[in-house]
């Protein structure tokens, strides 16, 4: 192999003039000149002697550069013993140390750690943490499943659904959020209102005693049934006390207004609005999933080896007895479906009805209010009138008090005479006023 020589002229040659030529007399003749440019003779001579061990020219040249691929070379290799093979926690590099995960690089992004309820199908429950990535590892979702279900999305997803996945549901129920498997069931926010009437309303149906030897449903549809059914019960739960208070309301309403009993109105109206849409939301659903009998089927082939046809929607399985199954338990689901959404109906169409009832009682009031505002504005009126005309005579009683002669002072009858007059003119302009106002209908 060929070996290349750099070679760099001598320092001496580079920054020396020429003995024959015409400057020497100059530098000779100043001496701070003179001084410089030995002073850059011995700096170059002691870069170069320093890069080649004491050498100079091209062997002093050749070892500053050895020297400076040495140094390359030697920062390389601490690079590569302190980040290579991909194991290593730390990376040096100038003297300091950066610390590197051995998965991935942290981008400073805590990952949600969820507190849930595990449910299995015996019925034993137990509380544990897991993290997203676990989560969605056993149950076979992906992350953009997990937002209708994530508590910390509550203000973005708190319409109810009910998402079917090849191995989970998701069950969105306002303060319930579970997610459904095969064999388990993850409750969040389980202190919740709505995580504590579902647990209540499953653990019950999961005891075998509790099933009277009858067949049991499979554990997801166990899963939907109660959480559909403590849905509902909370909202007739609330349809029942409200409904007293607004009857008794439109009992004593429109005679009887005082700032409780509309405080009372008012508080009732509230709750008939939030109840008639939650109820309407939940309707909604239900209607949503029976009107599409694909995502029936989904419900019905989880957990099964079988698969749906894109074109017609048929069942394909492996064993006859699972297809067999699967459309029973599709009849069982429509079924199901179709129970809770007459009793939803039902609990929506009262609050519904209630609620035009306060409506209609608050648009009573409204009239009554206004007919005594009326009552009030006629009265008024008629007592401007009145002062009107004792304003009138007042007028006149004042002009006799002025201080000059009238000659009437002189007669005995002429305090009487007009002070007679002036009641019978207040009286005369008052009945004229009234006969002009009731004919043009302002009074």
């Known amino acids: ?52 061990g004491g050498g100079e020219g091209p062997g002093g040249l050749n070892g500053s550069l050895v020297k400076n691929s040495s140094m390359r070379d030697t920062r390389r290799g601490d690079v590569d013993r302190g980040g290579g093979g991909g194991g290593g926690d730390e990376l040096s590099l100038s003297g300091r140390s950066l610390a590197v995960a051995p998965d991935s690089v942290s981008l400073g992004i805590r990952e949600p750690i969820y507190e849930v309820i595990e449910v299995k199908a015996d019925g034993i429950m137990s509380s544990k943490k897991i993290n997203r990535r676990q989560l969605l590892k056993s149950s076979g979702l992906r992350l953009r499943d997990i937002r209708s279900v994530d508590p910390s999305l509550w203000m973005t997803n708190s319409m109810p659904s009910l998402l079917v996945r090849e191995q989970a549901l998701l069950l969105n129920l306002g303060t319930l959020r579970a ?20 647990l209540k309303m499953l653990l019950p149906r999961l005891n075998p005693k509790n099933t009277n030897g009858g067949p049991a449903m499979p554990f997801e549809l166990e899963v939907v049934e109660a959480a559909l059914l403590s849905r509902l019960q909370r909202l007739e739960r609330k349809l029942m006390d409200v409904e007293p208070r607004v009857a008794a309301l439109l009992e004593v309403l429109p005679n009887r207004l005082t700032a409780s009993v509309l405080e009372q109105l008012r508080l009732s109206k509230q709750a008939l609005v939030e109840l008639g849409s939650r109820a309407g939301s939940l309707k909604q659903m239900l209607l949503d999933i029976l009107e599409d009998p694909h995502e029936i089927r989904r419900i019905c082939i989880m957990g099964r080896n079988c698969t749906i046809r894109r074109g017609n929607n048929d069942l394909e399985c492996s064993l006859s007895s699972d297809k067999q199954i699967a459309e029973e338990e599709e009849e069982e689901i429509e079924m199901l479906l179709e129970n809770y ?56 009683a004042g002009i006799f008090g002025m201080n000059l002669r009238s000659y009437l002072e002189e007669h005995a009858c002429a305090f009487w005479l007009t002070t007679a007059g002036i009641l019978v003119g207040a009286v005369a302009a008052f009945f004229i006023m009234y006969s002009y106002l009731k004919a043009r209908k302002i009074l």
């Open 341 to 396: 959404l007459q009793r939803c109906e039902s609990c929506h169409g009262q609050a519904e009805r209630l609620l035009d009832s306060a409506k209609e009682m608050e648009d009573s009031i409204a009239v009554n209010l206004s007919s005594r505002r009326l009552e009030v504005s006629r009265v008024e009126l008629l007592l401007q009138v009145g002062t009107f005309c004792v304003a009138v005579g007042a007028l006149v």
């Open 179 to 198: 997610i459904a498997m095969k064999e388990r069931v993850f409750v969040f926010d389980y202190n919740r209102e709505g995580g504590r009437a579902f």
């Open 1 to 52: 192999m060929a070996t290349m020589i750099l070679t760099a002229p001598s320092p001496s040659s580079a920054t020396s003039p020429s003995l024959s030529s015409p400057l020497l007399p100059r530098f000779k003749s100043n001496p701070l000149r003179r001084s410089i440019c030995n002073r850059k003779r011995k700096l170059s001579s002691s870069q170069v002697a320093a890069g080649g």
